[in-house]
């Protein structure tokens, strides 16, 4: 895959977060907060695992240790602080494949999974990788809408490339 392909993917991602977050602020009080019958408990706890997902794969493309011992943090992040962190981080992936030539995007990163064994994956497969795990968890999240109930923002990355200009 070209690392336009793969920039493609970090904008289509950074702005189906934008719709989800824009559209989680805009629910009642306590609705994001509420317990559900979701693997992380709430919507903004199962946005939490995203974010952690991405700073854990992040430590892997540095090439530094992480600290994470769980798959989420152990409190609750504020909405402000957890969508802060996110666009920050979605802007440092951004900005990391943009500088990827093709043989760094190519190269292998050997890690630990915090679950236990080794992993191996290349910069780009990383980098898509978090792409999709986002993805992955907003479905989880636009489900979580229903039982509020309030219809989710259509984040599909079709709907990317109908509505936001393309480089």
């Not at 493309?61 to 962190?85: C, I, K, M, V």
Request: aromatic share 12%.
């Amino acid at each position: 895959m070209s690392t336009l392909h793969v920039r493609k993917l970090l904008r289509y991602r950074a702005w189906a977060d934008q719709l989800t977050y824009r559209a989680v602020a805009a629910l009642p009080e306590g609705a994001s907060t509420a317990p559900r019958a979701t693997i992380f408990g709430n919507m903004l706890r199962t946005l939490t695992h995203s974010w952690v997902v991405d700073d854990i794969f992040q430590a892997h493309l540095q090439g530094r240790a992480h600290g994470y011992t769980s798959r989420n943090t152990p409190e609750p992040l504020s909405f402000d602080d957890l969508w802060s962190r996110q666009q920050a981080m979605n802007a440092w992936y951004l900005d990391y494949a943009t500088s990827l030539t093709p043989e760094q995007a190519a190269e292998v990163v050997d890690f630990q999974f915090i679950g236990g064994g080794e992993g191996r994956m290349s910069r780009e497969d990383i980098v898509l990788h978090v792409v999709n795990h986002a993805t992955y968890h907003r479905g989880f999240v636009a489900d979580m809408f229903y039982q509020v109930p309030v219809k989710p923002p259509a984040t599909d990355l079709p709907v990317f490339l109908r509505d936001v200009p393309q480089e």
